[in-house]
């Protein structure tokens, strides 16, 4: 082979590991190295009326505004950078960091949108609705959506059903609990006012401005939870808060951090304390909490008319 060529190869091969660390540097929260986000325009394309409900949102206002605000400032100096949309501390949970395609140079494109709680899109996008060549929604045969649906998911899709695993995503952000967040940085963040709401809870905080429950058979319709998914919702919130925090606890001694991690675990532990005689999975979640019994957990409640248990702690408002 002539040395220019080997030489080209190499520039490629080094140019390939340099834009995965970038990206890793970025963090989707849960998907592949390889896997990247496309961005909400793409989603925006075929998913119109969740992108109306996502441009409604703190999520989505959020990007004009918050690296004006003074505390933001303060909080980027603290952590030892110059401008929050130059920072990558900032970028795990205020930024969604795109790309056009595998190489292309990674950008902010909005703040959490849609990839940020339903997993990078980039090796799922094509897949996810694809019923097969000249197949319509209704002609597509059950083995065939049922391998989709699986096939989207190794592909780092985090669907709505599989609500744990949403939830954890959630957590990441509103926990502090990412892991790419490391623990001096969480202590600068604390000492200089960052918030970290130990109270977050999931009905609370899905069900009012970030709803967005277009089901069938009427997709023009936000569908309300009935009280009976509501006490699901509940309880799976509890129990990814739980594993969120119990993975978390052991990132920092900062006294804050500490403090809003116990609450976190407390928090938790009361709610499913109410439904662990009802419900095995519970149990097996308060006395294990891994992501592996928290999703056991999700699929467990399936169905289940919960709020007899947990009905008299569901919220009266929404955010
Ligand atoms: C080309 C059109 C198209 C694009 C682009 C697209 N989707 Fe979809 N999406 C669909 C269709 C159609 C379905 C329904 C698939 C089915 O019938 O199971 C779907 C299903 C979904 C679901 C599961 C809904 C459910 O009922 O369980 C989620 C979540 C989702 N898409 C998110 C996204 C996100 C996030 C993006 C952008 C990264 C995106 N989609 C881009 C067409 C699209
Ligand atoms: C691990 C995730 C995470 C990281 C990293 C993070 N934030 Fe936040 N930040 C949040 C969440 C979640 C909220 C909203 C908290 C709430 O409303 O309870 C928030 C809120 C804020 C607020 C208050 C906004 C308001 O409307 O009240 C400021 C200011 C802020 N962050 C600045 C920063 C800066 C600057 C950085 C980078 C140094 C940063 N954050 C890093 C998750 C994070
Ligand atoms: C803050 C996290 C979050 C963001 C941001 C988000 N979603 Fe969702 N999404 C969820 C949750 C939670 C559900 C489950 C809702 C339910 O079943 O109650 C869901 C459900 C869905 C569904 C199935 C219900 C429906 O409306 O058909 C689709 C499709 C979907 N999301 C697409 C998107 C798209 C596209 C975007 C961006 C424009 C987006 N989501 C942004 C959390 C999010
Ligand atoms: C990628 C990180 C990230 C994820 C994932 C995420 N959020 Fe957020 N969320 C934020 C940040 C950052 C803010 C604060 C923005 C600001 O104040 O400017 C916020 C703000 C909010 C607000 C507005 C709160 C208020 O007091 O006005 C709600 C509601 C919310 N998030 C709900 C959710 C829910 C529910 C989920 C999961 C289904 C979720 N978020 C997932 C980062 C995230």
Redesign the pocket.
Known sequence: MRKGKIAEMKAVFWTAVVAGLLFAGFGASNSALAAFKVGAKKCQECHTAEAKVWEGT?HFK?YK???K????????K??G?KR?KK?K??????YTAAQKDAGAKVKLVSG?SCESCHGAASDWISMHNDYGKGVKRDGESADHKAARIKNAIAAGMVRPERLFDVAANCM???????P??DAK??A??LDN?????PD?ELVKYSQGSVRHRFYPPDVTVNKEMTAAEKSQMYVIGQAAALVSATMAASKSDHPKYKAAQDKRIANAKAALDLIKGQVPEAAALLSDPTPANGRALGEAVKGKDLSGAVGGKLPKDY?
Request: aromatic share 2%; glycine share 2%; charged share 20%.
């Open positions: 703190k959020s505004a918050i690296h605000d003074k505390r933001a400032k303060k909080i980027v603290a952590v950078d929050m920072s501390t900032c970028a795990l949970c205020h959490p990441s952000c509103h926990g502090l609990a990412n790419k967040l940085a969480a600068a963040m006012e960052h918030p970290l709401n977050f955010k």
